[in-house]
Every structure is written in structure tokens, then in C-alpha cells.
T-cell receptor, first 115, second 112 residues
């Protein structure tokens, strides 16, 4: 039973560039959430996708956008990268409607460095 | 959403019991208390969740007093591999798609 996978593992970009991060949810899950974790801080919720639509959004600018595909995998896109976007980007998957937040599973993350 | 306060860091030695307390004075009636563990360069991992009194699983115990304004995560006989950041979260748990609100967590260092 495959867990949550993310790619790439590491990424280095230059300010102003655009980046796309990918996530495959745990088998049987249909909801994907994205989090940003700056060094030394807890993860911050970016947004959540369900049925190919953004269902919830945290306090992040429109430069952050996403997509969910019919197979439930998801992409996170960040445009016009800033130095402050350097962080670990985490993907978490879950099954909509299933009780218990213990049912959220996180991937290993993508480490983005903006220079 | 209820705000949580927990110690920034804690030190312990192998074999000791570690208790990490979290304050959540504004917890709502429907809120559950959940703890996550995170190792460096990995995603958080669910440890335990409770509503009131005591919950125990194979990893930890969670003690919640009657007023629910605080909770204590207890890790029995820690090992070096328990060195990690521990997050206390408070929120409604009726839907697994609930967005998780993390604080800064408690950095636990277990020494030999």
C-alpha cells in the first residue's frame, strides 16, 4: 500500500521563476492538502483539493495555485518566486468524509530553495 | 480555532518518561486534541488523539483534565529515536479533510 509520494525531493530556483511540485496521495484517498513549512516553524496550510476543485485555502497569495487530477494526484504551482518561498512543501492526503483527523497522511516533502 | 501553547524545547535521557504539556484555554466543546510527531526533513506523523480523560496507544498516552484547558502527551521510556518535534493541535475532528493548524511545536532532544 503506497503512502504519499512527492516529487522532486529537492529543488533550487531563482527569484522570479515558477515552480511545480507534485504529490500522489495514499491509495484510497481522494483529498490532498498542501502545507508550507519554513525552517524552525510548524507547517502552514496553503490549500486543499477535493474533486478537482480547491475546497479550502489558507492565507497565501494568488501566486500559489494548484490542481488536482482525476486520479487524485495534485500539483502545487508557485509563480514569481521570492526568497521567502524557500521552505519544505508538504502534501497530506485523506479520505473525504471519514471521521478523525488521524486519517491525514503526510508525504516526505519537497525542499525548495530560492536564490 | 483554539490557540495552543507548548514549551519550545525539552531535554531528556534514554529510558526516561517524557511529559509534554500543551495549553489550550479557549478550546471549544467540539474540539479534539491531537498530537503529531515530526522528524527532520519528514512530514508530520499522527501520534494520538483524545477528547477527555486518558487515551493510550502503543506509542504514547494523552492525559486531558476535566476542564480540557490543557493536555499532556506522555512518552514512556524514550529512546534516541524519539528525538523530534512534537505538535499539539486542537480542532474539530469530524472530517478527516479538516485543515490542520500547527504551532511551533516542542523540540524534544533525547540524550544517551
Amino acid at each position: 500500500d503506497a503512502g504519499v509520494t512527492q516529487s522532486p525531493t529537492h529543488l533550487i530556483k531563482t527569484r522570479g521563476q515558477q515552480v511545480t511540485l507534485r504529490c500522489s496521495p495514499k491509495s484510497g484517498h481522494d483529498t490532498v492538502s498542501w502545507y508550507q513549512q519554513a525552517l524552525g516553524q510548524g507547517p502552514q496550510f496553503i490549500f486543499q483539493y477535493y474533486e478537482e476543485e480547491e475546497r479550502q485555502r489558507g492565507n497565501f497569495p494568488d501566486r500559489f495555485s494548484g490542481h488536482q487530477f482525476p486520479n487524485y494526484s495534485s500539483e502545487l504551482n508557485v509563480n514569481a518566486l521570492l526568497l521567502g518561498d524557500s521552505a519544505l512543501y508538504l502534501c497530506a492526503s485523506s479520505l473525504a468524509g471519514k471521521e478523525g483527523i488521524d486519517e491525514q497522511y503526510f508525504g516526505p516533502g519537497t525542499r525548495l530553495t530560492v536564490t | 480555532l483554539a490557540k495552543t501553547t507548548q514549551p519550545i524545547s525539552m531535554d531528556s535521557y534514554e529510558g526516561q518518561e517524557v511529559n509534554i504539556t500543551c495549553s489550550h484555554n479557549n478550546i471549544a466543546t467540539n474540539d479534539y486534541i491531537t498530537w503529531y510527531q515530526q522528524f527532520p526533513s519528514q512530514g508530520p506523523r499522527f501520534i494520538i488523539q483524545g477528547y477527555k480523560t486518558k487515551v493510550t496507544n502503543e506509542v504514547a498516552s494523552l492525559f486531558i483534565p476535566a476542564d480540557r484547558k490543557s493536555s499532556t502527551l506522555s512518552l514512556p521510556r524514550v529512546s534516541l529515536s524519539d528525538t523530534a518535534v512534537y505538535y499539539c493541535l486542537v480542532g474539530a475532528a469530524m472530517d478527516s479533510s479538516y485543515k490542520l493548524i500547527f504551532g511551533s511545536g516542542t523540540r524534544l532532544l533525547v540524550r544517551p
